[in-house]
């Protein structure tokens, strides 16, 4: 082998020694970009999971200051009702002039629309008990329930082909809030004649996969919530902050605990629309 031969062997030695370097640097690049990605992932799906948590948290909260409220309510108030309104019945009794009756009539009349009132505000500070009643007579007793107590009408609709047993206890109590709040939002802020709740079984496709969702939609057709660009809630509609809308962060809350979203969609002539998508196997 004579030194020219010997020069094209070591520059073709040192050509592929660097091709290598270059090969595992690259490589090595490489595996800390995907280190961070992984750590990255693995922050983020803590974080999820804390922020999870303390929602659930939040929410168990919220839940046992409803009932220690309501079960007040039911022990002071309300009884104290009762007695003053049995005081002034024994009272009118004693009473010889009409003006006098009249006037403990009126106030016992008011004390009774008191009670009523304080017995829709306990109910819906409770939810019944999931366990032993199907789900969807539940729905269909909450939208009955909101009709006699506001005077609007309430129609409910599910799908033929929709199961609600696949949800659990903790999920269905989320998402009789949600219907519950979304109704309650309908009565204090939109005045409408008429609202509904029709729930459906929808597939979507993500990513290229098929996802069972059940759709679970509010409707009425009132004047809708007041909307503003100034901050984003949810989907494709903007709401303000205002203390009147508080109960929709709860709202939304719950649908992230049941892995769904919530949006709400407001048209101009046609009422407000509250729809929770939640996937099911």
């Given at each position: 082998?004579?030194?020219?031969?010997?020069?094209?062997?070591?520059?073709?030695?040192?050509?592929?020694?660097?091709?290598?370097?270059?090969?595992?640097?690259?490589?090595?690049?490489?595996?800390?970009?995907?280190?961070?990605?992984?750590?990255?992932?693995?922050?983020?799906?803590?974080?999820?999971?804390?922020?999870?948590?303390?929602?659930?948290?939040?929410?168990?909260?919220?839940?046992?200051?409803?009932?220690?409220?309501?079960q007040e309510l039911h022990?002071?108030?309300?009884?104290?009702?009762?007695?003053?309104?049995?005081?002034?019945?024994?009272?009118?009794?004693?009473?010889?002039?009409?003006?006098?009756?009249?006037?403990?009539?009126?106030?016992?009349?008011?004390?009774?629309?008191?009670?009523?009132?304080?017995?829709?505000?306990?109910?819906?500070?409770?939810?019944?008990?999931?366990?032993?009643?199907?789900?969807?007579?539940?729905?269909?007793?909450?939208?009955?329930?909101?009709?006699?107590?506001?005077?609007?009408?309430?129609?409910?609709?599910?799908?033929?082909?929709?199961?609600?047993?696949?949800?659990?206890?903790?999920?269905?109590?989320?998402?009789?809030?949600?219907?519950?709040?979304?109704?309650?939002?309908?009565?204090?802020?939109?005045?409408?004649?008429?609202?509904s709740v029709v729930i459906?079984?929808?597939?979507?496709?993500?990513?290229g996969e098929e996802i069972?969702?059940?759709?679970?939609?509010?409707?009425?057709?009132?004047?809708?919530?007041?909307?503003?660009?100034?901050?984003?809630?949810?989907?494709?509609?903007?709401?303000?902050?205002?203390?009147?809308?508080?109960?929709?962060?709860?709202?939304?809350?719950?649908?992230?605990?049941?892995?769904?979203?919530?949006?709400?969609?407001?048209?101009?002539?046609?009422?407000?629309?509250?729809?929770?998508?939640?996937?099911?196997?």
């Amino acid at each position: 082998m004579n030194e020219q031969d010997l020069k094209v062997l070591s520059d073709a030695l040192e050509l592929y020694t660097s091709f290598f370097l270059i090969l595992i640097i690259i490589s090595f690049v490489a595996f800390i970009a995907v280190l961070l990605i992984l750590i990255h992932h693995i922050k983020n799906r803590t974080r999820l999971k804390e922020n999870r948590i303390l929602l659930a948290e939040t929410i168990a909260v919220q839940e046992e200051e409803r009932r220690r409220i309501s079960q007040e309510l039911h022990d002071t108030v309300s009884q104290n009702i009762k007695v003053l309104v049995l005081l002034e019945k024994e009272l009118s009794a004693w009473c010889f002039d009409d003006y006098s009756k009249e006037q403990i009539e009126k106030i016992i009349t008011l004390e009774n629309k008191n009670q009523k009132q304080l017995r829709a505000i306990i109910h819906n500070l409770t939810i019944p008990a999931l366990e032993n009643v199907p789900f969807k007579t539940l729905i269909a007793d909450l939208c009955e329930q909101f009709h006699e107590q506001s005077g609007i009408q309430c129609s409910y609709f599910i799908s033929p082909d929709v199961s609600l047993d696949v949800f659990s206890t903790d999920q269905k109590h989320h998402i009789m809030r949600i219907i519950q709040e979304a109704l309650h939002n309908a009565q204090i802020h939109a005045s409408p004649e008429e609202t509904s709740v029709v729930i459906r079984k929808i597939v979507k496709n993500e990513g290229g996969e098929e996802i069972s969702k059940i759709r679970i939609m509010i409707f009425d057709d009132g004047t809708g919530f007041e909307l503003t660009k100034n901050k984003k809630f949810l989907g494709n509609d903007y709401f303000s902050e205002s203390p009147t809308h508080f109960g929709m962060s709860g709202m939304e809350m719950r649908a992230k605990l049941l892995g769904g979203t919530l949006t709400v969609q407001r048209a101009h002539e046609s009422g407000t629309e509250v729809r929770l998508e939640i996937p099911v196997k």
